[in-house]
């Protein structure tokens, strides 16, 4: 009987150390499985910290919004009947460096051409180009030879008054010239508007439209009131030509209007392109001019 019940005992022990053993095995998986995926977290946090840290998970960016280059102020054409409704330019995304190419066809000669500045007058630049687009300035007259030496243009009504419906402000207006003692310009000063210089005429003053002067002479008047926007690269013959023009009355008592008639036959504008570099030893050809709110 005691050494059956010793085998018993024996055989109870055996499985006892048997359950104690899967038990231990078990809880080793546990131990190793809750290590791993300790590790795992551990490392995914450790990732998502470094992408964090170099804005993996910041906002898509924007897409900053295109800002406005130029404002057209609306101009009412019931007011004033010498305006011609043609629309208006962009606002947005206009080129504001290099230069547009302006060709004047007129029936007293040419092609005048010029270079339009869009770096100092990309506003000018755009809305004679959006203008020349709509055809608004051929078939139109010259309508003064003015007393500073500029053939004015770019008036359908041919009254000083016209334009499209809309204005720009200035933004090339240059400085005056240095004053000597005697309240001349200083000698030896080079002029404000050089022969071949382009410039807006607003109506009244920083209001421009359509209207641009090319000066045929050189001018320099004490406060400049003229935003430059471009020079004349070909046909300054051709200006200096109409320039010399004889003059009658406007009929506003001024002897500015040419006795014969100047007409634009065409106006175009070419697309933007970079400015050309100025010859080597030479000074920039485009007139000295700071730029001016208005």
């Known amino acids: 009987m005691a050494s059956s019940r010793d ?10 150390d048997r359950q104690l053993a899967r038990r231990a095995a078990a809880a080793r998986r546990r131990r190793q499985i809750q290590a791993g995926v300790g590790a795992a977290v551990v490392l995914v946090l450790i990732v998502a910290g470094a992408a964090w840290g170099l804005g993996a998970f910041d906002r898509e960016p924007e897409q ?3 800002e406005d280059v130029c404002l057209w102020t609306p101009q009412d054409a019931s007011a004033n009947t010498n305006l011609k409704d043609v629309g208006a330019p962009a606002t947005k995304d206009l080129p504001t460096s290099g230069v547009r190419t302006m060709t004047v066809d007129t029936d007293q000669g040419g092609p005048i051409t ?39 243009c770019g008036d359908p009504s041919g009254t000083g ?25 200083a000698p030896g000063q080079p002029p404000t508007y050089p022969k071949g210089t382009v410039a807006m005429i607003g109506n009244p003053p920083g209001a421009n439209g359509s209207q641009f002067l090319v000066f045929f002479k050189d001018f320099s008047p004490a406060q400049p009131a003229y935003p430059i926007i471009g020079r ?17 009355d406007n009929g506003a008592g001024a002897k500015v209007k040419p006795k014969t008639d100047v007409t634009i036959r065409k106006l175009t504008v070419g697309e933007a392109q970079a400015a050309p570099a100025p010859a080597t030893g030479s000074p920039a050809a485009s007139p000295a ?6």
Do not use: M, W
Request: net charge negative.
């Open 114 to 152: 010029a270079e339009l500045d869009l770096a100092g007058a990309p506003c000018a630049g755009a809305s004679i180009a959006h203008l020349a687009g709509t055809s608004f300035y051929d078939n139109t007259k010259c309508h003064e030879i003015t007393a500073e030496g500029a053939l004015r």
């Open 289 to 294: 001019a700071s730029p001016s709110a208005g």
């Open 232 to 248: 004349v690269t070909g046909g300054l013959d051709v200006v200096e030509k109409i320039g010399a023009l004889p003059t009658v």
């Open 161 to 185: 008054l016209g334009g499209p419906t809309y204005t720009f402000y200035n933004e090339n207006v240059p400085t005056g010239p240095e004053a000597s003692p005697s309240a001349s310009p």
């Open 7 to 16: 085998r018993q005992r024996k055989l109870a022990r055996e499985k006892l």
């Open 64 to 66: 900053k919004a295109a």
